[in-house]
């Protein structure tokens, strides 16, 4: 490349190690002498359309490495969706720029926009090297066998399920709580790490790879209430029915959509309401209480994943030397490689662009309702060391007296 600048920036909702993947850029690009300035855009793709650029080669090594340590974007995000438009306006910012080596740190639609603007850069006979740098927490990356971001928000919600489990268990009744992924059920089904005896919830599991069926979940809900004189449910925000259409969609007559035109599922208590509402009217139980999680599983800064931590660094620093050393354009891709290690790939952009993966079938129960063995060794190691444990008192009943028998 002819040029020594470089921009990198981040986009989609924040992780908790999304500055990781942020630093591990702009560190290692100062290990290459060619590398004279390292640009960072305020807000994503918006930044760089405003022109919004902050000098990451200013910042103190120090300073960079406490930033790292702290969850959510530091340089800002964005929801925009950049269309061919968008993305040329992009292209027309960096060739002013001069910027030689474009570094977008994001997830499906992030992966997408990169795609255009190396096709702008080709067109134009600009040499431009763009890089696509993963993080998701819904883990829905094709190619990947994990994506930065997941497995802390996986730590939180496995967590967060094993608190509401002890205080279910303490006093007895329904809970229903809502966990963000719109296509993918991997959070979702995180929840499932936080069970340690066989009667723990969460008890049932609704991810949105299964068709959601509002009677026979009550009916799922009913018996096992029955069974435990209780019940503690996990469900994705986007369960649908067998048309495809969202349950929140369907039990609620008005919803705000998104700025791409989807029903507005995140940062709503509504789903949880209305299914709380279905088991109290229609079983009659009154001991009914729901949550969302929301955005709480996205940043909790108490809650990181020592893992994940490391390799949203490495797939930064990783990013850097594929553009260094390789000569084409990609998105970089988690493998693992042993029972827990792994290696990074440079995958084509068309091959990760645009692209939703899903929860495979054999991570989820043939009745729907949990997940496999196979799923909780594929996710154990990922939510690093420490896990808290919970124990509980053993049974050692005193003979009564007055009402013996």
């Known amino acids: 490349m002819a040029s020594g600048k470089i921009l990198v920036a981040q986009g989609g909702g924040p992780t908790a190690v999304i500055n990781q993947s942020l630093v591990g850029v702009a560190l290692e690009a100062r290990r290459f002498h060619n590398i004279a300035h390292v640009y960072g855009a305020r807000h994503g ?58 570094f977008y740190i994001g997830g499906n639609d992030s992966s997408d926009t990169v795609r255009i603007v190396s096709e702008e850069a080709r067109k134009a006979n600009y ?62 089904a995180a929840s499932a790490l936080g069970k340690k005896f066989p009667d723990d919830g969460p008890h049932l599991i609704y991810m949105p790879e299964r068709t959601f069926d509002l009677a026979q979940f009550l009916a799922d809900v009913k018996a096992t209430y029955d069974r435990l004189g209780r019940c ?29 035109g989807n029903v507005q599922l995140s940062g709503s208590g509504a789903l949880a309401d209305l299914l709380c509402e279905e088991i109290k009217s229609k079983l009659g139980i009154k001991r009914v209480r729901g949550d969302t999680l929301g955005y709480l599983q996205r940043s909790f ?39 827990y290690s792994v290696d990074y790939e440079l995958l084509p952009l068309d091959a990760v662009a645009g692209k939703t993966r899903v929860m495979e079938d054999h991570f989820i129960t043939p009745n729907g309702t949990d997940v496999t063995d196979a799923f909780r060794l594929y996710l154990r190691p990922l939510l690093g060391s420490g896990m808290p444990d919970a124990f509980r008192l053993r049974t050692n009943p005193v003979t009564k007296v007055l009402r013996p028998g």
Request: net charge negative; glycine share 8%; charged share 20%.
């Open 232 to 260: 503690v449910v996990a469900v994705s925000e986007g369960i649908h029915d067998a048309s495809g259409q969202s349950i929140a969609a369907q039990l609620a007559k008005d919803l705000e959509h998104d700025a791409h």
């Open 301 to 339: 800064i108490g809650c990181v994943s020592d893992v994940d931590q490391r390799e949203a660094r490495e797939v930064g620093e990783k990013a850097v030397q594929f553009a260094m050393w390789g000569d084409r354009d990609g998105s970089v891709a988690i493998k693992r490689t042993g029972f």
């Open 45 to 102: 793709v918006r930044g760089i359309v405003n022109e919004d650029f902050v000098h990451l080669t200013q910042e103190t090594s120090h300073n960079l490495e406490m930033v790292a340590n702290t969850p959510s974007s530091a340089l800002g995000s964005t929801r925009d969706k950049p269309d061919a438009a968008y993305c040329h306006e992009i292209f027309k910012v960096l060739q002013a720029h001069e910027i030689g080596h474009f």
């Open 127 to 188: 040499a431009l090297r763009c890089i696509h740098i993963p993080k998701t927490i819904d883990n829905d990356l094709v190619g990947n066998d994990h994506t930065p971001g997941f497995p802390s928000a996986a730590r939180f919600v496995a967590q967060a399920f094993a608190g509401a489990n002890l205080d279910n268990a303490a006093l007895p009744g329904v809970y229903v709580a809502v966990v963000m992924g719109r296509h993918a059920g991997f959070l979702t």
